[in-house]
């Protein structure tokens, strides 16, 4: 068997090896999307001290010499043994890793967190990494004017615009989520359409984080004008303006349309209006309002932010009418000049 002369040079041998067992070759099939029949780690005359990854695919064998780097990363990882009530730290884990590999690589360590009772810390730029942690397990060190400020809570999109040094529009606009966001571009969009150009809307996640990019605000600690929104149902915080309605926008939407028979939803998202009007309704009586939307866009077989454009655009219309009073278009000009 001429395993070595796939491990890296001719004049080099394998001295010793630990094969993989079953259970981690199957783990290590499925983070990476290849069938692997054999993956050890395998030691040589050229180094006593490193271990070289050996994998072996359908009739073809090859080394950590001429393995991507991503198959190397899992290789080592997946060769430990964790002990139980462990901390493991991991810089930049998704290095060389396809996207697909990464989702599948923290769900992994998220089971092996489970089983074994082992955290985690990991470092990332990925916003696949991200996506996978829940909200309270992102943590993001911001260099704020040479002082270090730790932001928990963090959303992908938040700590991704960041890490950019990508230009962006003349003014930035940190809201909760996504459907605050749809709810400012179509506020923005009724009082002056230019100025959704000029802005960038991000959002940053859960409201505390809000309140420490107002703080950092109230403090004129960015770099470029910034407005820090919180959702109707928070509390007056220092640097933060407060989205309408006195609570969470989906139930001051949806509460409001009920109200006037949600007119024109229907119309826009082509769905028959009796039909949308039940579902609604229906939705409401769920007691998380973060599941009306994705309840209504189900039933009516529509996309979720498609659906909920939708009722803001009706709720900008019909209820909030900001062409005659718009603190968000005013605090944006404001910012502007």
């Known amino acids: 068997m001429s395993t070595y002369s796939r491990l890296a040079k001719r004049q080099y041998s394998e001295v010793s090896a630990i094969q993989f067992d079953q259970t981690n070759l199957n783990r290590l099939s499925a983070i990476v999307g290849k069938t692997y029949i054999l993956a050890k ?26 393995q991507g780097a991503g198959e190397t990363t899992v290789t080592e990882l997946l060769s430990l043994n964790i002990p139980n009530n462990s901390i493991i730290l991991i810089d930049e884990i998704e290095t060389s890793l396809h996207p697909r590999a990464q989702r599948r690589l923290m769900r992994d360590l998220a089971e092996i967190s ?25 943590i993001q060190i911001l260099n704020d004017l040479g002082e270090k400020r730790v932001i928990h809570g963090v959303s992908s999109e938040f700590a991704l615009s960041r890490m950019d040094e990508e230009n962006y529009p003349e003014i930035d606009i940190y809201v909760e989520d996504t459907s605050a966001k749809i709810m400012v571009e179509e506020i923005l969009a009724k009082a002056d359409l230019t100025l959704l150009s000029r802005v960038q809307i991000i959002p940053y996640g ?30 007056p915080s220092d640097g933060c303006l407060i989205l309408p309605g006195n609570d969470a926008p989906e139930r001051v939407v949806y509460e409001n349309l009920d109200l006037l028979g949600f007119p024109t939803v229907a119309n826009i998202v082509s769905r028959s209006h009796s039909d949308l009007v039940n579902y609604c309704q229906t939705a409401m009586t769920l007691p998380d309002h973060h599941d009306w939307n994705k309840s209504v866009a189900d039933n009516i077989i529509c996309g979720g932010n498609e659906l909920w454009r939708a009722l803001c655009r009706s709720w900008v219309e019909h209820v909030y009418m900001p062409d005659v009073t718009n603190f968000l278009a005013i605090a944006v000009r404001d910012k502007l000049h």
């Open 206 to 235: 859960a409201a505390n984080v809000g309140k420490s990019l107002g703080l950092m605000n109230h403090q004129n600690r960015f770099p470029k004008p910034t407005i820090v929104l919180l959702d109707g149902d928070q509390d």
């Open 41 to 66: 780690q395998s030691t040589t005359n050229a180094d006593a001290n490193r271990k070289v990854p050996v994998l072996q695919t359908t009739g073809t064998e090859y080394s950590g010499f001429h």
């Open 114 to 138: 489970r089983l074994k009772h082992v955290q985690f810390i990991v470092t990332t730029h990925s916003p696949y990494i991200l996506d996978e942690l829940p909200i309270y397990a992102r």
